[in-house]
């Protein structure tokens, strides 16, 4: 299923009329942040949700009225809304954005941030006109911004069961993911799952690797021989989290080994091992649940932080 912005770009490559619905206030609790989505076409089909409730229901029937009416609004739902026979769990009021349709250059820049993984800033000036797509810039008391992150991608070197039950797992979330093993024969289970296989010839043959500040790079070896050019790469560019499997002796061994390929200190300082959120973790199905959900973290903590998180420590 694709996400919102997708279905959006997808829409104005067929030329088929969307609607992009945005929260873009809450009052009260919410089962979405800030800045989640919706995209309707005229055909229905939609991509996104607010609720996975009767909300919804109204979310698209308003969204194709804003289509027919080529128009932009905001609605209430919930409390003080005009739409009196949906009322929300939580008592709360969500103002959501509607936007029947936006312009071509707007989708298209969308589309090029997107491809060069870039954050970017819908911005309204008006709630009856349609928003402009903005490099990140400040608040303005003159306009309504939302920020919109590059989506968290995983970048994992491995092998064996461990490798295919993370790559099973981040799939089954929608998490892009790319994998290096030495083992070609993983290439059938993981083309089927849509994970992209880069087989190492040798310990030091990488391939070109961007590790972005959206990224999250994990070793996944039991011989950690293998591991450590992936690490130092890594280690030296913006990844969010970089992790590697491993008990607490093995991750000694390993800094010692970095040490001695002149990683820095302040880099070897950012390798999270033994990494996952459950303690002492064996099965390959725990250790992906466990792995992922520690990724995830980081990547929460970057882009939409609360009060109480610490930031991921920053990359050169």
Request: hydrophobic share 45%.
């Amino acid at each position: 299923m694709p996400r919102p912005l997708e279905l959006l770009i997808a829409s104005a490559r067929r030329d088929e009329r969307c609607a992009l619905v945005t929260l873009v206030g809450i009052h009260g609790a919410a089962p979405r942040r800030i800045g989640a989505q919706m995209a309707v076409t005229g055909g229905g089909e939609v991509a996104g949700s607010f609720s996975g409730g009767c909300l919804d229901w109204s979310v698209i029937e308003e969204a194709q009225r804003a289509i027919v009416d080529a128009v932009s609004r905001r609605v209430r739902y919930g409390a003080d809304s005009p739409y009196v026979d949906i009322v929300l769990p939580c008592g709360s009021g969500l103002d959501l954005q509607f936007d029947g349709m936006v312009p071509a250059a707007t989708v298209d820049a969308i589309a090029q941030a997107i491809e060069r993984r870039e954050a970017f800033d819908l911005r309204w000036r008006h709630a009856e006109q349609p928003p402009d797509c903005l490099p990140p810039t400040t608040a303005s008391a003159d306009a309504l911004c939302i920020r919109q992150q590059p989506a968290l991608r995983l970048v994992l070197a491995g092998a064996g069961d461990t490798l295919l039950a993370m790559c099973r797992l981040a799939r089954a979330a929608d998490i892009e993911t790319i994998a290096l093993s030495p083992e070609r024969e993983l290439h059938p289970a993981l083309d089927a799952i849509g994970v992209p296989l880069h087989v190492l010839q040798a310990q030091h043959a990488l391939p070109p690797l961007a590790f972005d500040a959206y990224t999250v790079a994990i070793t996944l070896f039991h011989d950690h021989d293998w591991e450590l050019p992936f690490l130092q790469r890594a280690l030296a560019s913006d990844a969010c989290l970089v992790g590697a499997m491993g008990s607490p002796r093995a991750q000694a061994q390993r800094l010692e080994a970095l040490q001695a390929r002149g990683v820095p200190d302040a880099d070897a300082a950012r390798l999270r091992s033994p990494l996952g959120l459950l303690p002492r973790a064996r099965d390959p199905q725990e250790l992906a649940v466990s792995m992922l959900a520690e990724a995830m973290q980081a990547y929460r903590t970057l882009c939409y932080p609360e009060p109480g998180d610490s930031q991921p420590t920053p990359g050169p």
